[in-house]
């Protein structure tokens, strides 16, 4: 065998394939936390929610559902624990369900058209899909518990079944008013909104 032809047949080996390049490269994401790219967030406490949860109640008994929407997406839980972050989702779907068909595409009309509403209405798009995502695992029980069982409302949405109160009326009642709701924020914010909501690094 020439030189050419051992040298040949030591290159073609396999062994290159089990080198992890990424491991060899200084800027590799592997080498470093990628958290530390991110602003350090102010971690939100279960009476902080607990205390935004009263202040929306309280504007919704005064009918100012706008009002209560605005003030759950100005404050989102970014950092907190599991429960912190789905006890402010309960809050943004009870005041979902609160409001009356007719008057959503209005509603989210100030609001976007007000200072910081753009992103109040990319916070909204993200507590939208994380309730879609919460109502459809009803049935496993690993799943954090979700906002599936609405109290009825004068909400314009046909919430009324056979067997009021399970678990399949539920979760399609719950489904309905929340693709409702993601159909007139994409009207309003553009498709846009729905881009931002999946590339931002903050998780609510």
């Known amino acids: 065998m020439s030189i050419i032809q051992q040298h ?3 290159s073609l080996s396999d062994a290159w394939r089990t080198i992890d390049i990424d491991r060899l490269i200084e ?3 592997i080498n470093f936390d990628t958290k530390t790219l991110h602003p350090p967030l102010q971690e ?5 929610v607990r205390a935004i ?3 929306v109640r309280q504007l919704l008994r005064g009918g100012d559902s706008e009002g209560a ?3 759950c997406l100005e404050l989102p839980v970014y950092s907190g624990t599991e429960a912190t972050k789905e006890a402010h989702l309960h809050t943004v779907i009870e005041v979902l369900q609160s409001i009356k068909a007719s008057e959503m595409t209005p509603m989210l ?9 753009s992103e109040c209405l990319d916070v909204l798009m993200k507590y939208l899909y994380k309730g879609m995502a919460a109502t459809s695992s009803g049935g496993d029980s690993s ?8 109290t ?3 909400t314009g949405f046909s919430q009324v079944g056979s067997r009021p109160g399970t678990t399949g009326e539920s979760t399609g009642a719950a489904m309905s008013v929340l693709l409702s709701w993601h159909e007139k924020v994409v009207d309003v914010a553009g498709l846009g909104c729905i881009g931002r909501t999946m590339t931002d690094w903050r998780k609510v």
Not at 109 to 117: E, K, L, N, V, W
Not at 143 to 150: K, Q, V
């Open 8 to 10: 040949t047949a030591a």
């Open 27 to 29: 800027d590799s994401s």
């Open 44 to 48: 939100t406490t279960d009476a902080e």
């Open 53 to 55: 949860n009263g202040q």
């Open 69 to 71: 929407l605005r003030g």
């Open 109 to 117: 009309q100030r609001i976007y058209a007000t200072p910081g509403g």
């Open 143 to 150: 799943a954090p518990r979700t906002p599936t069982r609405m």
């Open 152 to 154: 009825p409302q004068q």
